[in-house]
């Protein structure tokens, strides 16, 4: 029976090959989960003199979206935060990432400004600290400042139904 | 029209396959002689239809008919004529059709390299052939269909990937592909054996050229890549453990566990069981690698369109055919009984081990390239298994390969007497390791005892292929005389041998003596690397037919001479918008110069990377060496086969001295 050896093994792989066609290697799970969202204190896009930290949302619950003017992907889910910030459900925060900040202000004017204030992350430092490795990135940040989910990749419809509006709703259910 | 036409001889082609695939077999099962003869033709006519259907593609990439899809998306109208026709296989659908092709030219091949074969042996490869052409053929047109149209059509193209406008690039696909597709013959003769039930020495003697072949492509197509990786990636380096990297080596040495084992097969009868499997395993990795590469399952810089419906058709595929052929094999394998008889020490025994040893070196390659997908489907975190692993697993298992080949020819068959042997090679062992010391000693630092690890097992493996030769030529009058009646396959076998010294020397020098500096360069600095001064001239802007790109000037020179004069540029190509480092190289068989340009600093400083890389050209060297080897073995066994009348396959008629 060690003739059956050769198949029985071959058919162990097959099993794992098809279960790793559902799975995206490229995704990395973020480290940072329950932990407290990293502090920073950067100029905005729109008003260099203006500033944004973590701060300014503390006491509430916000979605930090990492996007770019440069990032084709964001273009696509662009249309679906906009349509988010007009529910006003939740705000939006935007971290600007290694972007131009003139570029960045006439992407906002041509498709729609969804934030309630995006900071300027020129050099890409604090994209660093939160574990930023592709853009667009969305972050859910709890009330006590904590990062409860992050998404990689454009937020869909689908996405907002099942990841990210229920998480949202139960947070804002606690005090 | 082209394309249309394209096509449709692809579907003719597809239709010709399934006649291929299945009159034959049938034929071959209920013994119709009429259905066993459509194999030949309908292979032919395959190939002729994919052969036009190919044309069909390049002739669409020639004239840049951008309403098809696949020419809009990988050419541009600036793409040079040369680099155009490359585009043809320069991504996955394209590719696909060459694989298919190919796949086309080798059962052509069988069709006319074939009269030593009996009929039904021969309806059986031909058919089991076509099975896998309807399999390849049915997935480009269903998922990967080169010849679709794009409406409305684009002004331009999106041109072809910057990395791949070179010409290392064009030709290693084509190349690995004769290989891959290559060990399909030997998978069909297996096949064919197992169900015809005979599987006696005459199917390895027929199994030999074909796999020397496919097993001489492979090693080209994998030297070419790493020397591509060489210079074009611009950091000096030539084997990453990358999973598609790893996806032709893990072939590359099941096949030469399978040419070896062939070999045993062939002269003594023994190792029946394990030869066929060897010839499955060798195509079920080659397939294997295709759906890695394609299917999204592994991170890799290789990686092709990562599109799970191909992903899945490719797996259904590789499960149909792998796993069909290894139900074939537990049935009919316990069947087959070895007629040899052999001793402990014996050279039956040595290359038992040897093939133990390539098997295992490919299992642990697959482990580790597959781990990460393993743990994640488990569900046990996300890791990356990388360079670490590979080498300190590799490394030990490919040690007392380079021991054993060395003397392995100097067993006997069946029986080899130690005392002879000892006396033989008691020198051996001190002189290498004293060759070894001495070498490192004068060259290099005596305490580095990788290298002279490295260096005394080469000098050994030298040394014992010396001693091979000197055996045979020893019996005949003179030494010319001696070297004359040699057959071309011992000399195939010496010289790949030598081949992998060759190789160990460049692994060796090179990961061990390489010198890197990464420096900020003005107009006018030096950089001092060992014995050489590179001095760093500017940059000046140049312009190509498809991309911008700026120019340093280095000048090297060591004792006051100039050695070399280097051009290194940083290209900006126009459509996709890449930067592509071009990194400049004075080559040479000690050493290699190499420089490349990093970032432009203030003013007019630019960072540099300047490399000396002592003996990196005999890592190739070795690769090349092992492929002339093989050349030498293939020229002895074409002069035997056409001397050979049709042979029945029972009787084991072996007219030649082992």
């Known amino acids: 029976m060690r003739f059956l050896i050769p198949l029985a093994v071959f058919a162990v792989m097959v099993i794992f090959l098809a279960i790793g066609l559902k799975l995206d290697p490229r995704e990395v799970p973020s480290p940072l989960i329950g932990k407290p969202a990293p502090t920073f204190n950067l100029p905005q896009v729109a008003d260099a003199g203006q500033f944004l930290s973590p701060d300014s949302f503390k006491g509430q619950v916000a979605l930090v979206n990492v996007w770019a003017s440069w990032c084709v992907s964001c273009r696509q889910e662009h249309p679906v935060l906009v349509q988010l910030a007009r529910q006003n459900v939740v705000p939006i925060y935007g971290l600007n990432y290694k972007d131009q900040r003139e570029a960045a202000n006439g992407w906002l004017a041509q498709f729609g400004n969804p934030y309630t204030a995006s900071a300027f992350d020129a050099d890409g430092r604090v994209g660093i600290n939160w574990g930023v490795y592709g853009v667009p990135e969305t972050f859910v940040i709890d009330k006590a400042g904590l990062i409860r989910h992050k998404h990689t990749g454009p937020v869909t419809p689908e996405v907002l139904e099942r990841e990210i509006l229920p998480l949202v709703r139960q947070l804002q259910g606690e005090p | ?658």
């Open chain 2, 1 to 658: 029209m082209t394309s249309e036409l394209g096509h449709l001889a692809l579907i003719v082609a597809l239709l010709m396959a399934i006649l291929q695939g299945t009159f034959p077999l049938a034929g071959a099962a209920l013994g119709v002689p009429v259905w066993m003869s459509v194999g030949r033709a309908a292979g032919r006519a395959q190939f002729f239809f994919l052969a036009v259907a190919f044309a069909c593609l390049i002739d669409s990439f020639i004239v840049n008919d951008f309403s098809v899809r696949y020419v809009a998306e990988h050419s541009n109208s600036d793409l040079p004529l040369y680099y155009r026709i490359a585009a043809t296989w320069g991504a996955h659908e394209g590719s696909m059709l060459l694989w298919a092709v190919i796949l086309g030219l080798w059962t052509f091949a069988v069709t006319v390299f074939s009269n030593s074969l009996s009929e039904e042996f021969l309806a059986r490869v031909l058919g089991v052939m076509g099975l896998i052409s309807v399999g390849i053929l049915l997935f480009i047109l269903l998922t990967s269909n080169p010849f679709e149209r794009l409406v409305p059509m684009p002004s331009d193209g999106g041109d072809l990937n910057p990395l791949l406008q070179d010409f290392g690039m064009t030709i290693h696909p084509p190349m690995l592909y004769m290989g891959y597709v290559g060990l399909s013959v030997a998978f069909s003769f297996a096949i064919a054996a197992l169900l015809g039930g005979s599987l006696d020495s005459a199917w390895a003697r027929w199994s030999r050229p074909w796999t020397l072949v496919a097993w001489i492509f492979l090693t080209f197509g994998i030297v070419l890549g790493s020397w591509w990786a060489y210079y074009e990636l611009g950091w000096g380096g030539w084997w990453f453990w990358d999973p598609v990297e790893n996806a032709s080596f893990m072939p590359w040495l099941v096949a030469t566990a399978l040419l070896h084992s062939l070999a045993v097969t062939e002269k003594r009868g023994a190792f029946k069981a394990w030869t066929v499997l060897l010839a499955i395993f060798a195509f079920s990795l080659s397939l294997l690698g295709t759906f890695l590469v394609r299917s999204g399952v592994l991170t890799s810089v290789h990686a092709f369109a990562s599109d799970p419906a191909r992903g899945l058709f490719i797996l259904v595929f590789l499960a149909l055919v792998v796993g069909s052929s290894l139900l074939i094999y537990a049935l009919k394998a316990p069947a087959i009984r070895d007629t040899a008889r052999y001793t402990l020490i014996s050279r039956e025994n040595l290359l038992l081990l040897n093939n133990v040893l390539l098997v295992t070196a490919a299992a642990s390659i697959l482990l580790g390239t597959l781990y990460p997908l393993i743990l994640d489907a488990m569900k046990l975190g996300k890791i990356s298994v990388g360079p670490p692993y590979f080498s300190s697993v590799f490394a030990p298992l490919m040690a007392p390969i380079v021991l054993l080949a060395g003397i392995a020819p100097l067993f006997a068959w069946r029986e080899a007497s130690m005392p002879k042997l000892i006396r033989q090679l008691r020198w051996l062992a001190p002189l290498s390791l004293g060759l070894g010391i001495a070498s490192t000693a004068l060259f290099w630092s005596l305490s580095d005892i990788k290298t002279l690890a490295g260096l005394s097992m080469a000098f050994w493996l030298v040394g014992s292929a010396g001693i091979s030769l000197w055996n045979r030529i020893r019996l005949r009058e003179t030494a010319l005389d001696g070297l004359r009646s040699q057959s071309p396959s011992f000399y195939g076998m010496t010289l790949a041998h030598i081949g992998i010294a060759v190789f160990l020397v460049g692994v060796v020098l090179s990961s061990s003596y390489s010198e890197e500096k990464i420096v900020r360069l003005a107009p006018g600095d030096t950089v001092q690397l060992g014995s050489y001064t590179f001095t760093f001239k500017g940059v000046t802007d140049v312009v190509g037919p498809n991309f911008k790109a700026q120019e340093g000037s280095f000048v090297v020179e060591t004792d006051g001479k100039a050695v070399a004069h280097l051009n290194p540029q940083k290209r900006i190509y126009k459509v996709q918008r890449n930067t592509m480092t071009e990194a400049a190289i004075e080559p040479g068989l000690t050493r290699d110069l190499y420089v490349a340009l990093g970032e432009p600093m203030d003013g007019a400083a630019w960072s540099v990377r300047v490399y000396y890389k002592p003996f990196i050209r005999w890592i190739w060297l070795g690769g090349l060496l092992m492929m002339a080897g093989g050349l030498c073995s293939v020229a002895d066994r074409r002069y035997r086969l056409a001397s050979l009348k049709t042979v029945e396959p029972h009787t084991s008629a072996a007219m030649r001295k082992a």
